[in-house]
Structure formats: structure tokens, C-alpha cells
């Protein structure tokens, strides 16, 4: 834990008690601050209580005497509209702050230098944060990883001049973090999402640009326009910048050639890395996110030869892309974490011959994005809400049945593949939130693992 003293002695309110919710009560508790925490559910209310932490009723505080409303990221701030605990604060001029925000104020106050990466992006930022993290342990660096990827923040060892924080940031943690300042700050890309939450497309742009704008380092995706457009603006106000890309780069940074990784510095351009044969890391977008991870670690003074070691040993992450194991010549790749036609189109495009697994709770556009790629589809099999929709779609164009549930999707995907010549995919990249089956994606996706590990025959990843 993190212990949060730079509130010692003062009050301030919390809304939202789920998991960082609770643990930013905790630290903020253990660093002497008075704490009135708040959840719109009895039932975290009480798990709170149980631990020590006041809980209360935000609408009958005296807000003339609250410090800050510490705010869960998962709350809206300004869109559709503020919550009201956020309301009640705008009112009173409180400032509404978050655990990323309490963890920067910190590190301000007891390691000013402890080296603090922040990764974001609209896609990938969370198999570069845990790619940055495996390369440091690799390299025998001290390192905590958390943030969005799952470890609240401040439920990670404290920051010191030689622990390395690699910290997963979303928009709505950004949004809540105004001293923001990471030692390396990486923005990955940004494409249409959570406009909901923030209004417009240029306003989440926006966003995502303050945890670059006051790094010591910006690690910039430049492959499209807004991205960019951020890495100029970055340096028009003197901020240090490296591009990342999937194109060739002739100024600082890192680029993929195909699956070679090349360094740029200068005028020199040299090979650092290849990424061929290595699984958890296939398609361009991976591509991207390895260049980030190797910039920061070059930054970090990571040898070519350990940042090397540390590609080939990544493991993937769970859900994304995972490769559960083959059944002969039968690929089986839990997807599960592909919950929008964003994050399926990159599976897609990095394989072919497959029998793909979709549906559950469709996302608005639904999978007509995807049109492109269903010449690479042999066969579809259509799970949940979304299994009528999609069947539309698909039509005449992609041979598909109406699976229903998961378990028998998977049985008839592995009975199509035995009969098949030559290579397959068995892919579940479902395109959908997974709510109308499953509580979230994880669920779904251990289902999926344990579905294709009965199956005979099959040589389990890494057997």
C-alpha cells in the first residue's frame, strides 16, 4: 500500500467504494487523513465500514469544510452529466480529484524522482503497460504495475527513487489526475470511444493529451491524425518527444519495419528487435505497442540484448489474443477482452482460415465494420443477444449457425476445424460487451479456456 499523507489532518469526502474506490479509502485512512466515504450500493457501503472507514451520507456534509472529493474513475465528472456528489463539490468549489492524482501528490512529496511511467492510448495500453512491467523484471528492475490493467494504484508498494511504477492510465483517470507528470508518459493512439463520458472527440483528445503534456518524456503513436497532432503540440511547448509508429520514422523514436523493431536517434537507424515467431506480440498493432515498450526501456538504459530477452519470454495477457493451445493443426485464441469491432478487427487481421466466435451484448455499428475481413472467416458461430443481428449482417457472405450459448459454439467450431484441410483458427473475439451471458469479459473468457481444454487431443500453450 501507499499510504496518502499529504492529507494528513484533513477532511475529504469519496464516492465510489469498489476496487480502487476502497483501496484509495484505505491509503488515504492509513495516511491520517479524516475520510467520509460514500457508494450508491448498501452493500460496499458495509464492506467499507467493516474495514475502518467512515462511512456517510455525502448530501449532509458541510462542504465548506471538505479538502477534495476523491471521485472513482468509473463516475462520470462532466458527461452526460456530473454525478451529483460531483455537483455538490462544483458547488462548493471543492476540487474533484482521483487516485492517480493522489498517488502524483505523493510522489511529489516523499520521491520526487522515483521513476513513474504512465501508459495510455484508446487501444493497447494495457498489453504495453504489462510488456513495459515484464521487460523491467526482466532486466532485474524493481517494478509495480497497476492502474486500469487491475492493481489500484495506491495499493502498489510506494514510490522510491529505485521502484519503477508502470501505471495504466484511462481517460477518466486522467481526467482526475490534474498534476499529472510521469517521468516517461506513452500515448499509444485514439480512435472514436467513451464520447459519452466526454462530449466530443476533441474533448477526450484533449484529455488524453495532459498525461503527455507535462512528462519529462513523451512517447507519442503517430499513426493517426489526432495522435499526431499531439506529438506536435507536445513539442511546440518544449516537451521532450519520441514517436512510436508502423511506418518508417525519420526523427527520434521507435518504428516497425514488418516485425523488425528499429531505433532512431539522430541521424542513425539500427535494428533493436524482431518480433517473428513470437505469439503473444502478432499483428500491427502489436507492433506498435512492442515499439512503445522498447522506447521506454531504452530510455531506461535496457540493453538491446535484455530488451530482446524480454519480448521473446512476454506472455501475452489474459484474454487478448491468448493462445489456449492447438488440437493438431488448430489454433484455439481466447479474444475474449475484444468487447467492441475496434478490438476484434485487430484478431481479424492477424490471422486467416478461422471459425470465429461472436456475440453477446452488441455495440452500436454492431460488426458491419468488419466487412472487410469476412473473406478470411470460414465459419461463424453466434452466441447471445447480439446472435440474430449479427446473422443479418453476415447473410450470404459468411457461412454461420446460430450457436446460442458458448459451450456449444466451442463444440462445433472444434468439430468444423477437425474436418477442415490445412490450418485453422478457432477464434472467440466477440465483438460484444459480454453482460447478457456473463458478468464480464474475464468470465467469458475462462470459460472459453476451460471449454477448449476438455477437448481431446488438444496440446495445452506451452505443453
Not at 512492442?290 to 535484455?306: I, Y
Not at 478487427?345 to 465494420?369: R, T
Not at 457472405?397 to 446460442?404: C, Q
Request: aromatic share 4%.
Amino acid at each position: 500500500m501507499t499510504p496518502v499523507t499529504t492529507f494528513s489532518g484533513k477532511t475529504l469526502a469519496l464516492f465510489g467504494l469498489g476496487g480502487s474506490g476502497l483501496a484509495t479509502a484505505l491509503a488515504l485512512k492509513e495516511g491520517g487523513a479524516h475520510l467520509i466515504a460514500c457508494d450508491d450500493n448498501p452493500a460496499k457501503m458495509a464492506e467499507a465500514a467493516a474495514k475502518g472507514i467512515e462511512t456517510g451520507d455525502l448530501r449532509q456534509l458541510d462542504w465548506s469544510k471538505v479538502s477534495a472529493l476523491v471521485l472513482s474513475p468509473g463516475v462520470p465528472l462532466t458527461h452526460p452529466e456530473p454525478h451529483w456528489s460531483a455537483k455538490l463539490a462544483k458547488a462548493a468549489g471543492v476540487a474533484i480529484i482521483g487516485d492517480i492524482e493522489l498517488f502524483c501528490r505523493e510522489r511529489a512529496k516523499i520521491a520526487p524522482n522515483a521513476p513513474f511511467i504512465a501508459i495510455t492510448g484508446t487501444n493497447g495500453k494495457s498489453t504495453t503497460t504489462a510488456l513495459v512491467a515484464h521487460i523491467l523484471r526482466e532486466a532485474g528492475r524493481d517494478v509495480q504495475m497497476g492502474g486500469n490493467i487491475g492493481t489500484a494504484i495506491l495499493s502498489l508498494e510506494p514510490p522510491s527513487d529505485d521502484r519503477i511504477h508502470v501505471i495504466e492510465c484511462s481517460s477518466f483517470q486522467i481526467d482526475l489526475a490534474p498534476s499529472l507528470a510521469p517521468t516517461i508518459g506513452v500515448h499509444l493512439n485514439l480512435s472514436p470511444d467513451h464520447i459519452d463520458r466526454h462530449g466530443t472527440m476533441e474533448n477526450y483528445a484533449a484529455i488524453k493529451e495532459r498525461l503527455v503534456a507535462k512528462a519529462s518524456l513523451a512517447i507519442i503513436g503517430v499513426d493517426d491524425p489526432m495522435s499526431q497532432a499531439i506529438a506536435e503540440a507536445c513539442e511546440a511547448k518544449g516537451v521532450n518527444v519520441a514517436r512510436i509508429s508502423v511506418e518508417p520514422l525519420g526523427v527520434k523514436g521507435v518504428f516497425a519495419d514488418g516485425e523488425t523493431l528499429v531505433g532512431v536517434a539522430g541521424a542513425d537507424a539500427a535494428p533493436i528487435a524482431h518480433l517473428s515467431g513470437i505469439g503473444s506480440l502478432r499483428g500491427a498493432h502489436n507492433a506498435q505497442n512492442a515499439a512503445a515498450a522498447v522506447a521506454v526501456a531504452l530510455a531506461l538504459n535496457v540493453s538491446p540484448d535484455r530488451i530482446r530477452s524480454g519480448l521473446g519470454t512476454f506472455p501475452g495477457l489474459p484474454h487478448r489474443m491468448e493462445e489456449v493451445g492447438r488440437i493438431g493443426s488448430t489454433l484455439f485464441i481466447n479474444d475474449s477482452k475484444a468487447t467492441n469491432a475496434d478490438s476484434t478487427e485487430k484478431a481479424l487481421k492477424s490471422f486467416d482460415n478461422i471459425l470465429w466466435i461472436l456475440g453477446g451484448k452488441a455495440k452500436e455499428g454492431g460488426i458491419e465494420p468488419l466487412r472487410d475481413y469476412f473473406p478470411k472467416i470460414r465459419k461463424a458461430y453466434l452466441i447471445g443477444a447480439a446472435a440474430e443481428e449479427f446473422s443479418q449482417t453476415l447473410g450470404g457472405d459468411v457461412p454461420h449457425a446460430l450457436s446460442g450459448t458458448l459451450d456449444k459454439a466451442v463444440e462445433e467450431a472444434a468439430r468444423d476445424a477437425a474436418a477442415m484441410e490445412g490450418p485453422a483458427v478457432v477464434l472467440l473475439s466477440p465483438a460484444c460487451a459480454s453482460y447478457d451471458q456473463f458478468a464480464n469479459y474475464e468470465v467469458r473468457g475462462n470459460q472459453f479456456r476451460e471449454l477448449v481444454r476438455t477437448l481431446p487431443g488438444l496440446e495445452a500453450r506451452g505443453a
